[in-house]
């Protein structure tokens, strides 16, 4: 039996809503949480086309050859630094004319698993073997309205298409818990003289990854407690009278104590390391995640939180190196201490959704750019009014 994908009916409309405009297939992505028993997609939003790809398509014999993986793969990565804990990219949909209805399958099948590989090279966190690691690939045809939905295992290359269900349900996007933390960072990091060529960004993320593990065996303290993993999220609540519990609120407060305790049995080893230089990381993180009402467990609640403290912190990174380089800022004397600050986290609400989105903004940026990138990224208009500035400040 296949999994099942619980959709917002607004996806639905949405995807109904998509025209050809004579080309001969849209892409885009799907947006949502996997869970133990069924997934649920709460957004989509198709892949921008790229400028010359405008006429190429605009012919219904054009082959699915055309669809060009490193674009979309692209799309993908900008969209999943867009998303709070707990949500990622689950698969692709394709839109086609009822001409190409028959030469979809693999390009789905090619593009799926080069999203899931391009979004996992950076992440500093992986997948645990108790997770569903089935991503979804929907097809539609523009014509007949007819929709093919089916899963592959991102963990067996060689792993054939499976049939899944795909069910609508009205409401979904509001039936979410919010966890939210702020983290504070300081982190220090060496940069190593063992090779001049070596990259700061290389350097940095060796430094991150050494932080991750202090975040991953961090105690998460839930409104101020300190829960048995396996125990549900919602517990002491008040029944309804059908015995269900009754989400009196929506957030819960995460702390995270980070300290590293040794048992008398382990030993702690300490390394001299020649550095030519240093980057310190410092400031106020702040962090959102979100998990399905439906039976949380606590662990499924820490384990959001945690993913979203690492992506947070290693895309706001990515985000100044790439600024850095697109400006050719020139480097420092070694004897002189550079200042960077960190692009502040900007919270986005989505229309009819207790979800919030993100992105990432410089100081000088305007709000209008936000809105831009939002439109362009994932196809959603927000108000500038709406935009909820993290006020961090976090220096590099």
Same mark, same amino acid.
């Given at each position: 039996m296949g999994r099942t994908y619980i959709v917002e009916e607004g996806v639905g409309q949405y995807l109904a809503n998509i025209d050809l405009q004579g080309k001969a297939f849209v892409s885009g992505l799907l947006i949502g949480q996997c869970s133990s028993q069924k997934d649920y997609v709460i957004l989509a939003t198709r892949t921008p086309p790229k400028e010359e790809q405008n006429e190429s398509l605009k012919h219904p014999k054009d082959k699915m050859d055309n669809l060009d993986e490193e674009w979309v793969? =692209?799309? /993908? *990565?900008?969209?999943?630094?867009? %998303?709070?804990?707990?949500?990622?990219?689950?698969?692709?949909?394709?839109?086609?004319?009822? =001409?190409? /209805? *028959?030469?979809?399958?693999?390009? %789905?099948?090619?593009?799926?698993?080069?999203?899931?590989?391009?979004?996992?090279k950076k992440k500093l966190w992986s997948f645990t073997e108790e997770e569903v690691s089935e991503r979804v690939t929907l097809h539609i045809c523009s014509s007949t309205k007819k929709i093919f939905?089916?899963?592959?295992?991102?963990?067996d290359p060689k792993s054939s298409a499976r049939p899944a269900d795909w069910k609508y349900q009205n409401g979904l996007s509001t039936s979410w818990l919010s966890l939210e933390c702020t983290v504070h960072i300081n982190i220090h990091i060496p940069l190593s003289t063992t090779a001049v060529s070596y990259a700061l960004e290389k350097n940095t993320k060796n430094g991150l990854t050494r932080w991750a593990k202090q975040i991953e065996n961090g105690v998460f303290l839930?409104?101020?407690?300190?829960?048995?993993?396996?125990?549900?999220?919602?517990?002491?609540?008040?029944?309804?009278?059908?015995?269900?519990?009754?989400?009196?609120?929506?957030?819960?407060?995460?702390?995270?104590?980070?300290?590293l305790l040794l048992s008398s049995d382990h030993r702690s080893t300490a390394t001299v390391q020649i550095c030519s230089g240093s980057v310190n990381l410092k400031g106020a993180v702040k962090c959102r995640a979100y998990i399905h009402n439906s039976k949380p467990k606590v662990k499924d609640a820490v384990q959001a939180i945690k993913r979203d403290i690492l992506n947070t912190v290693a895309d706001r990174c990515e985000i100044l190196f790439?600024?850095?380089?697109?400006?050719?800022?020139?480097?420092?004397?070694?004897?002189?201490?550079?200042?960077?600050i960190l692009p502040h986290r900007v919270f986005v609400p989505i229309s009819g959704s207790t979800v919030m989105l993100c992105d990432y903004k410089f100081g000088d940026e305007a709000a209008e750019e936000i809105r831009d990138h939002f439109i362009e990224m994932l196809d959603q208009m927000i108000q500038i009014e709406d935009l909820e500035i993290a006020e961090e400040i976090n220096t590099v």
């Open positions: 793969t =692209e799309h /993908a *990565n900008q969209v999943s630094r867009m %998303l709070p804990g707990g949500l990622l990219v689950l698969g692709v949909f394709i839109i086609t004319t009822l =001409e190409l /209805a *028959n030469d979809f399958q693999n390009a %789905l099948r090619r593009l799926v698993f080069a999203v899931e590989k391009s979004m996992n939905c089916r899963t592959y295992d991102i963990r839930i409104n101020g407690q300190v829960k048995d993993e396996d125990c549900d999220l919602l517990q002491g609540q008040k029944k309804s009278s059908r015995g269900n519990p009754q989400v009196t609120y929506q957030s819960f407060d995460v702390r995270v104590l980070t300290q790439e600024d850095l380089l697109l400006n050719e800022i020139p480097e420092k004397k070694d004897s002189e201490k550079e200042l960077h």
